[in-house]
């Protein structure tokens, strides 16, 4: 896991569970490659590592990358980082994780916005400002009534990869039951949502690499 995904992790962990009570985690996605979400875990979680390979950090394989082996709302947190892009059709994944999660559940979603070509054993996407939102009208498509708490891009940070990052609610109806944001710390970010506001936070059409290419050598990709 790249150290911005550290970074991001530990902040959702620090902003949303500070205070929970031994909640019980998932983790989609979880084999340990230069670190795990489970370490940023708070103190007397319940976690258990979820991937469709064996490996570091795994305690469950999935047999079915779409088929959760577990009851309806029994997870309080889901948390993914670095996966998605791997998940061939991760909106059905989607849905697994909001059947499993409790109604005021969270699903916090890190997923890559740019970066090379990395096969686990598949690289099939990126996920750019507007996913989060998307992802939650496919979700009420399917039935389910989730709310979109934040979305932002992070910037670089001692690697190459920009992230965008989520955090949905299981059910809009306990939106109040999560009144802090990551959003609202120092973090720097980009393209930023908040549930409630219509407004695109910290607007930026250029993703950093294509900003970092024009002040280099002057050139500006034509507006299609």
């Not at 570091?56 to 959760?68: F, I, K, N, Q, S």
């Not at 891009?153 to 059910?171: G, H, P």
């Not at 306990?174 to 973090?187: G, P, T, W």
Request: glycine letters at 6%; a negative charge.
């Amino acid at each position: 896991m790249h150290p911005t995904a550290m970074r991001n992790g530990e902040l959702f962990f620090s902003t949303y569970l500070n205070s929970a009570s031994e909640p019980l985690i998932f983790d989609i996605g979880s084999q340990d490659i230069n670190g795990s979400l489970r370490q940023l875990a708070p103190p007397g979680s319940r976690y258990l590592g979820l991937d469709f390979l064996p490996g570091p950090g795994v305690d469950l394989v999935l047999e079915d990358p779409y088929a959760l082996p577990f009851a309806d709302r029994v997870a309080d947190v889901v948390v993914s980082s670095s996966c998605f892009e791997h998940i061939e059709m991760f909106w059905l994944m989607f849905n697994e994780i909001l059947r499993v999660l409790k109604p005021e559940g969270l699903f916090y979603l890190n997923a890559p916005s740019n970066g090379e070509y990395h096969r686990y054993p598949v690289d099939c996407w990126r996920f750019y400002p507007d996913a989060g939102e998307a992802l939650v009208r496919w979700a009420r498509r399917s039935g389910y009534s989730p709310a979109l708490l934040e979305s932002f891009t992070t910037y670089q940070r001692l690697d190459i990869w920009n992230d965008f990052i989520a955090v949905f609610v299981r059910d809009a109806d306990h939106v109040r039951c999560h009144a802090s944001r990551m959003i609202d710390s120092e973090v720097p970010f980009m393209n930023g949502r908040i549930y409630g506001n219509t407004e695109i936070l910290c607007y930026q059409p250029t993703s950093e690499d294509g900003d970092k290419l024009h002040r280099l050598t002057g050139y500006s990709k034509p507006t299609e």
